[in-house]
């Protein structure tokens, strides 16, 4: 028994969330990039690629969205995550997802470190 406890948990801590740490993220709000979601992303290219085609034509905003709720019903169905965890509240509904981030390109929370601050 040389160690009953190496690090108190990172729970309660205002960067925690489920086992991560999000502490460059607050300091640096650029640097989540690498840590975005990559199904979330290939949406957001996908609808601003169909933004840049639409723009060249005189089409009114329901006659838009029409077509896109038709084009997003398959770039939906195509984009597959290997790493998709069934969750709620996202509108992936992956467990891995926190706001535009995949939880799972976060690094891991060390437990009680020293960047620890209460959360509110």
């Known amino acids: 028994m040389t160690e009953l406890l190496s690090t108190l948990p ?3 801590c205002a960067y925690y969330t489920q086992g991560h740490c999000m ?3 607050k300091s640096d709000p ?4 690498a840590w975005r979601c990559s199904v979330l992303e290939k949406w ?8 840049d085609q639409v723009d060249c034509f005189d089409i009114d ?9 038709r084009r997003f019903a398959t770039i939906k169905a195509g984009v597959r995550c290997p ?19 995949c939880r799972r390109k976060m690094p891991p929370c060390p437990g009680r470190c020293r960047f620890f601050i209460r959360e509110e």
């Open 44 to 51: 957001e290219t996908a609808f601003d690629a169909y933004l």
């Open 61 to 69: 905003q329901d006659t838009i969205m029409r077509i896109w709720s």
């Open 30 to 33: 650029g640097f989540h990039d």
């Open 23 to 25: 502490r460059k993220i």
């Open 10 to 12: 990172g729970t309660g």
């Open 83 to 101: 790493h998709f965890i069934p969750g709620e509240n996202s509108i992936l509904s992956c467990g891995l997802l926190h706001f535009d981030l």
